[in-house]
């Protein structure tokens, strides 16, 4: 079931939580999905203006993508949480969850466990992540064609292979990783043509 925040009420816990101020909220506001949302955007030092900039990018994936459940002020989760979409917090250029250290520029960040791709070269922009042993066809996450870098952080030995659509062969493996491994850019002949991603 989507849960999406109620923006509004969000946002003004946000601000609260940021300066310090929060105190009692309506029943309306006490949601866990709200309290999450108001001490991370506490945490990471997000305005009102920066929490509703990233919400407005959260509506958007889960319209695109339906069954997603908002986790965080940055994230949505599908599938029980074995697939995970983070936003670049404001002011960033790679994404991660605001309580996930902030890496050295250019380095990867996927959790142990996880095989990430991510949007934009040397690990910036959106970061989606698998878990689990699936394919995946990445025109449901909004994200076949925009693939850049990657890092298969997954248990030793394990396999992931991405595949580009041709609509002549079908599906096409370009690359394969084994973990642990990563590349922060895939080279100019496969950027952005991943459509699809078969973890493990």
């Not at 866990?32 to 009102?48: E, V």
């Not at 965080?72 to 790679?94: C, D, H, S």
């Not at 902030?102 to 992540?129: F, K, M």
């Not at 996450?141 to 298969?152: E, R």
């Amino acid at each position: 079931m989507r849960t999406r925040t109620k923006l509004a009420v969000a946002v003004s816990a946000a601000s609260l939580t940021a300066v310090g101020l929060a105190g009692p909220t309506s029943a309306s506001a006490s949601t866990t999905l709200d309290r999450t949302i108001a001490a991370q955007a506490g945490r990471a030092g997000l305005d009102q203006r920066e929490v509703a900039a990233l919400q407005k990018q959260i509506d958007r994936q889960m319209a695109f993508t339906p069954g997603g459940e908002q986790i965080g002020v940055n994230q949505v989760a599908w599938r029980g949480g074995k697939t995970i979409m983070t936003f670049p917090l404001p002011g960033e250029k790679q994404a991660r969850a605001v309580d996930e250290p902030v890496g050295t520029l250019g380095t990867a960040n996927c959790s142990y466990t996880w095989t990430c791709l991510y949007e934009h070269d040397d690990y910036d922009g959106r970061r989606l992540t698998w878990q689990d042993c699936a394919f995946n066809n990445l025109a449901d996450y909004d994200f076949n064609d925009k693939a850049s870098s990657w890092h298969n952080n997954q248990t030793q030995g394990t396999v992931t292979r991405v595949y580009n659509w041709t609509s002549s062969g079908g599906w096409s493996q370009i690359w394969s990783s084994t973990a642990p491994s990563r590349s922060s850019y895939v080279g100019n002949a496969d950027n952005d043509k991943a459509d699809g991603i078969r973890v493990c």
